[in-house]
């Protein structure tokens, strides 16, 4: 069967053999667990800032983004502006709400692919699973 990025005229996009990466013996790639997690737990305390309620946080932004209608009833292009500044506003906090709950999935995978490293190493200095 062809590949199917050089059937669509896109060679180069099939890493091949020889990509970095793919022989963990010859390219001398580990993984530690400890650090992981320490990552994992540096990446929780700038989440703590994206989340809570200082500056550049979701909350800070939410309302630095805020903006109340001081207009009269009879004013519709002023109407129109306020509506138009308050959409953008949720559409913004939708957004920043978004990347906090991304960025917190992303601390929950560093943690898993720590701690499923950590069992198989485990396992494997036990003689590996038993049979």
């Known amino acids: 069967m062809a590949d199917p990025d050089e059937r669509l005229g896109l060679p180069g996009l099939n890493p091949g053999k020889d990509w970095p990466g793919l022989d963990p013996d010859r390219d001398g790639i580990t993984f530690s667990p400890d650090k992981l997690k320490k990552i994992a737990k540096d990446l929780e305390q700038e989440l703590d800032r994206l989340a809570g309620g200082m500056p550049g946080s979701l909350s800070h932004m939410s309302e630095a983004t805020r903006v109340p209608y001081a207009g009269t009833d009879d004013w519709e292009a002023g109407e129109t502006l306020h509506k138009s500044l308050k959409q953008g506003n949720e559409h913004f906090t939708e957004i920043y709400r978004g990347i906090v ?31």
């Open 101 to 131: 709950d991304d960025y917190r999935t992303a601390i929950a995978l560093i943690y898993a692919g720590a701690n499923d490293y950590e069992a198989v190493e485990r396992l494997a200095s036990n003689g590996g699973i038993p049979g």
